[in-house]
C-alpha cells in the first residue's frame, strides 16, 4: 500500500517562496505518475504539476516559469519548489501517485496525501 506524506506549506506574502515536499512509502519507482493537485474553497482539485520517468513533466500553464517539480527516487520523495508566489496559489496542495502514465484527471489517482496549505498574502 503506497503511502504519501505532504510537508513544507505555510504562509508567505506574494512574491515569496516555498518547498513543498512528499515522502512516499510502499512501492513507487520513475515509472509510476507523481503529481501536485492543488484546490482553493468553492473551485475544483486541479492539477498543478506532474512528473513520469526521468525527462517528463507536465505544468499548468498558471504556474509555469515559476515552479518546479521534482523527485529523489532515492529518497522516494517528491517536491515542488515554489516562487514568485501569487496570492492566486493560495489553496491546498496534494501529493498523488499512480501506477501509469499520467493524466490530469484528479480521479485517476487512487493514491493521495492529506494535504498542505499554502496561504500567499498580497
Known amino acids: 500500500q503506497v503511502q504519501l506524506m505532504e510537508s513544507g506549506g505555510g504562509s508567505v506574502q506574494a512574491g515569496g517562496s516555498l518547498r513543498l515536499s512528499c515522502a512516499a512509502s510502499?512501492?513507487?519507482?520513475?515509472?509510476?505518475?507523481m503529481a501536485w493537485f492543488r484546490q482553493a474553497p468553492g473551485k475544483e482539485r486541479g492539477r498543478v504539476a506532474a512528473?513520469?520517468?526521468?525527462?517528463?513533466?507536465f505544468y499548468a500553464d498558471s504556474v509555469k516559469g515559476r515552479f518546479t517539480i521534482s523527485k529523489d527516487n532515492a529518497k522516494n520523495t517528491l517536491y515542488l519548489q515554489m516562487d514568485s508566489l501569487k496570492p492566486d496559489d493560495t489553496a491546498m496542495y496534494y501529493c498523488a501517485a499512480r501506477g501509469r502514465v499520467c493524466t490530469p484527471v484528479a480521479t485517476d489517482f487512487p493514491y493521495w496525501g492529506q494535504g498542505t496549505q499554502v496561504t500567499v498574502s498580497s
Open positions: 512528473i513520469h520517468s526521468v525527462s517528463w513533466t
Open positions: 510502499g512501492y513507487t519507482d520513475s515509472r509510476w505518475c
